[in-house]
C-alpha cells in the first residue's frame, strides 16, 4: 500500500495540511492510517477523489454532515435528495439576498418609504389565536406554525373565517430584541369557537394604516413612516403594533407578492 503523508497528500490535493486535520477531526475524511506512536497522518493516493469533492462540496456551501452524508450515499439516488435539498437552500439564500440589494437600491434611490398612510377605525371581534414570548429571530418559523395550527383548528371547528389573517408584535420585540407575539385568525362567532380552546376577542382601535407590498425585509421603513405620522400629529398611541396580512401567506409563499397593512397604534384627538 502507498502510503503519503500529510504534506504529500496536501501537495495532491491542494487542500492544506490544517484543513485535512479538520476533515480527519469532523470525520470528513480519514486517514489510511494513523500511527499510533507518533499520531502521524497517511493517506492514499486513490482518496484525493473524496478529498476534492468534499472540497467541492464545502464551497458551496453543504454542511459537513450533509458532506459525509453524500460521500456515504449507497447510490446516486440517495445522494441527488441531499443534493437537491441543498441546492434549495441555497436558492432561498439567493432570493433573500436578492430582496435586500432591492431594500437598498430603493432606499439610496430615495424611493418612498411607505404608501399612503390613512387613519381608520378597526374592528374587533371573535377570533382563533396563538401567543407567545419569543426573541425577534424566532418570529418567522413560529409564526408559520402558529398560523398553520390556527387554520387547521379553525377548519376542524367548522368555524368561517372572516377577515385576513393577522398578527401583534410588541415594542419589546424591536427594543429587546425579545417580547410578545400574537398571531390570530378573525372567525364567526360561534359555540364551536369556545371548544377550540383559541378563543380571543381581537380589540378594535384607531390606527394609522400603510400597506407594505413585498417581503418584510424592509418593512421597518413602513414602521418607520407610520411612527413619523402619529408622532409629526401627536398621537402616538399605546399597545402593540398590528399587522394585516392581506396575502395569505400560507397560501403564496412568494414573498415579492406579499401585501400586508401595517397598523399603528393612534391616540385619541386632544381637546
Given at each position: 500500500m502507498q502510503r503519503l503523508s500529510i504534506g504529500a497528500f496536501a501537495r495532491l490535493t491542494h487542500l492544506s495540511v490544517k484543513t485535512l486535520r479538520y476533515y480527519h477531526d469532523v470525520g470528513l475524511l480519514e486517514p489510511a492510517l494513523v500511527d499510533p506512536d507518533s499520531g502521524y497522518r497517511y493517506y492514499q493516493p486513490g482518496q484525493a477523489h473524496s478529498a476534492q469533492l468534499g472540497r467541492r462540496f464545502r464551497d458551496l456551501g453543504l454542511p459537513v454532515a450533509d458532506v459525509k452524508a453524500v460521500l456515504a450515499a449507497p447510490d446516486l439516488a440517495a445522494r441527488d435528495v441531499i443534493l437537491a435539498g441543498h441546492l434549495d437552500r441555497l436558492r432561498d439564500q439567493l432570493r433573500q439576498t436578492e430582496a435586500a440589494v432591492d431594500s437598498l437600491r430603493?432606499?439610496?434611490?430615495g424611493g418612498p418609504p411607505a404608501g399612503a398612510i390613512e387613519e381608520r377605525l378597526l374592528d374587533g371581534g371573535p377570533a382563533v389565536s396563538a401567543a407567545t414570548y419569543l426573541a425577534r429571530t424566532d418570529i418567522d418559523s413560529w409564526f408559520f406554525d402558529a398560523l398553520a395550527g390556527l387554520r387547521a383548528t379553525a377548519v376542524a371547528a367548522g368555524l368561517e373565517q372572516t377577515g385576513p389573517a393577522g398578527g401583534l408584535y410588541d415594542d419589546e420585540l424591536f427594543t429587546q430584541d425579545a417580547g410578545h407575539?400574537?398571531?390570530?385568525?378573525?372567525?364567526r362567532d360561534s359555540p364551536a369557537l369556545d371548544g377550540t380552546g383559541a378563543?380571543?376577542?381581537?380589540?378594535?382601535?384607531?390606527?394609522?394604516?400603510a400597506l407594505h407590498e413585498g417581503p418584510h425585509r424592509d418593512v421597518d421603513r413602513t414602521y418607520a413612516a407610520l411612527g413619523t405620522y402619529a408622532g409629526a400629529h401627536g398621537r402616538d398611541g399605546t399597545g402593540p403594533v398590528r399587522e394585516r396580512y392581506l396575502t395569505d401567506p400560507l397560501d403564496n409563499r412568494d414573498s415579492t407578492q406579499w401585501r400586508t397593512e401595517v397598523c399603528w397604534p393612534l391616540a385619541p384627538w386632544q381637546a
Amino acid at each position: 500500500m502507498q502510503r503519503l503523508s500529510i504534506g504529500a497528500f496536501a501537495r495532491l490535493t491542494h487542500l492544506s495540511v490544517k484543513t485535512l486535520r479538520y476533515y480527519h477531526d469532523v470525520g470528513l475524511l480519514e486517514p489510511a492510517l494513523v500511527d499510533p506512536d507518533s499520531g502521524y497522518r497517511y493517506y492514499q493516493p486513490g482518496q484525493a477523489h473524496s478529498a476534492q469533492l468534499g472540497r467541492r462540496f464545502r464551497d458551496l456551501g453543504l454542511p459537513v454532515a450533509d458532506v459525509k452524508a453524500v460521500l456515504a450515499a449507497p447510490d446516486l439516488a440517495a445522494r441527488d435528495v441531499i443534493l437537491a435539498g441543498h441546492l434549495d437552500r441555497l436558492r432561498d439564500q439567493l432570493r433573500q439576498t436578492e430582496a435586500a440589494v432591492d431594500s437598498l437600491r430603493r432606499m439610496l434611490d430615495g424611493g418612498p418609504p411607505a404608501g399612503a398612510i390613512e387613519e381608520r377605525l378597526l374592528d374587533g371581534g371573535p377570533a382563533v389565536s396563538a401567543a407567545t414570548y419569543l426573541a425577534r429571530t424566532d418570529i418567522d418559523s413560529w409564526f408559520f406554525d402558529a398560523l398553520a395550527g390556527l387554520r387547521a383548528t379553525a377548519v376542524a371547528a367548522g368555524l368561517e373565517q372572516t377577515g385576513p389573517a393577522g398578527g401583534l408584535y410588541d415594542d419589546e420585540l424591536f427594543t429587546q430584541d425579545a417580547g410578545h407575539a400574537r398571531v390570530y385568525l378573525p372567525v364567526r362567532d360561534s359555540p364551536a369557537l369556545d371548544g377550540t380552546g383559541a378563543r380571543w376577542e381581537l380589540p378594535a382601535g384607531r390606527f394609522a394604516v400603510a400597506l407594505h407590498e413585498g417581503p418584510h425585509r424592509d418593512v421597518d421603513r413602513t414602521y418607520a413612516a407610520l411612527g413619523t405620522y402619529a408622532g409629526a400629529h401627536g398621537r402616538d398611541g399605546t399597545g402593540p403594533v398590528r399587522e394585516r396580512y392581506l396575502t395569505d401567506p400560507l397560501d403564496n409563499r412568494d414573498s415579492t407578492q406579499w401585501r400586508t397593512e401595517v397598523c399603528w397604534p393612534l391616540a385619541p384627538w386632544q381637546a
